[in-house]
Antibody
Framework: EVQLVESGGGLVQPGGSLRLSCAAS????????VSWVRQAPGKGLEWVSA????????YYADSVRGRFTISRDNSKNTLYLQMSSLRAEDTAVYYC???????????????WGKGTTVTVSS | DIQMTQSPSSLSASVGDRVTITCRAS??????LAWYQQKPGKAPKLLLY???RLESGVPSRFSGSGSGTDYTLTISSLQPEDFATYYC?????????FGGGTTVEIK
C-alpha cells in the first residue's frame, strides 16, 4: 500500500523552529517529486514547498521562502520540512503529498498523508 | 501567479441531484487542472486530472470538462458520501495554485 505518514507537528512560540517528517512506503520514493501543502484552520489549500526526486530542484512559496527548507533522505524514504522564524500565520495542518507522475514533475498529487498540525502561539 | 476562482463557494443539494462546480483560471491553463475532494478532518483525495480524466477508483458519477480558462466538475447523481469540499488545482505553471473550495452541503 502506498502511504505517507507525517510527524513532528506541535505547539511552538512565534520565532521558533520545528522540523516535520514524512515517511513514505509502498513506492519507489526517489522516483517521485514530493510536496508539502498546508491548510490553515477553516481555510483552503496552499502549496508550500516541493522537491524533485533527486533533491536537486526545489520550490518554495513566497510566504515561506527564506524561512523553510525542504529536504529528503532517499535512503530512509523520508521527506523533511525544516521550519524556522515561525509566525502565527504558519499555523496549519501540513500535508505531505506525492506527485502522480514519476520524474521531476510538479503536476497533481495522487497520494496524501493524514497531516500533522503546527500551531504557532505564545 | 495563476489565480483560480471557484464558484459557488458553497451549495446545498439533495441526494440524487446533479451538481456542477465551476473553476476559472486567470489565464489559459491548457487542461492542466485537477480536482480534489476533502472531507472534514481528512486529507484531500484526487478525483480527476487533465481536466477530465478520472483517477483510478473514483466513481463514474464524477466527471470534468472545460478548456482554456473555464472548467467544471459535475456529480451526476449526488450520493451521501459526496458531501464534502471540492478544490480545483492548476498545474500549468508553478506555483501550483488551488481554488478557494466549494462546500457541498445537505439540503
Amino acid at each position: 500500500e502506498v502511504q505517507l505518514v507525517e510527524s513532528g507537528g506541535g505547539l511552538v512560540q512565534p520565532g521558533g523552529s520545528l522540523r516535520l517528517s514524512c515517511a513514505a512506503s509502498g513506492f519507489t520514493f526517489n522516483n517521485y517529486a514530493v510536496s508539502w501543502v498546508r491548510q490553515a484552520p477553516g481555510k483552503g489549500l496552499e502549496w508550500v514547498s516541493a522537491l524533485s526526486g533527486s533533491g536537486g530542484s526545489t520550490y518554495y512559496a513566497d510566504s515561506v521562502r527564506g524561512r523553510f527548507t525542504i529536504s529528503r533522505d532517499n535512503s530512509k524514504n523520508t521527506l523533511y520540512l525544516q521550519m524556522s522564524s515561525l509566525r502565527a500565520e504558519d499555523t496549519a495542518v501540513y500535508y505531505c503529498a506525492k506527485f502522480s507522475i514519476a520524474g521531476n514533475y510538479y503536476y497533481y498529487m495522487d497520494v496524501w498523508g493524514k497531516g500533522t498540525t503546527v500551531t504557532v502561539s505564545s | 501567479d495563476i489565480q483560480m476562482t471557484q464558484s459557488p463557494s458553497s451549495l446545498s443539494a439533495s441526494v440524487g441531484d446533479r451538481v456542477t462546480i465551476t473553476c476559472r483560471a486567470s489565464q489559459g491553463i491548457s487542461n492542466s487542472l485537477a480536482w480534489y475532494q476533502q472531507k472534514p478532518g481528512k486529507a484531500p483525495k484526487l478525483l480527476l486530472y487533465a481536466a477530465s480524466r478520472l483517477e483510478s477508483g473514483v466513481p463514474s458519477r464524477f466527471s470534468g470538462s472545460g478548456s482554456g480558462t473555464d472548467y467544471t466538475l459535475t456529480i451526476s447523481s449526488l450520493q451521501p458520501e459526496d458531501f464534502a469540499t471540492y478544490y480545483c488545482q492548476q498545474y500549468y505553471r508553478t506555483p501550483l495554485t488551488f481554488g478557494g473550495g466549494t462546500t457541498v452541503e445537505i439540503k
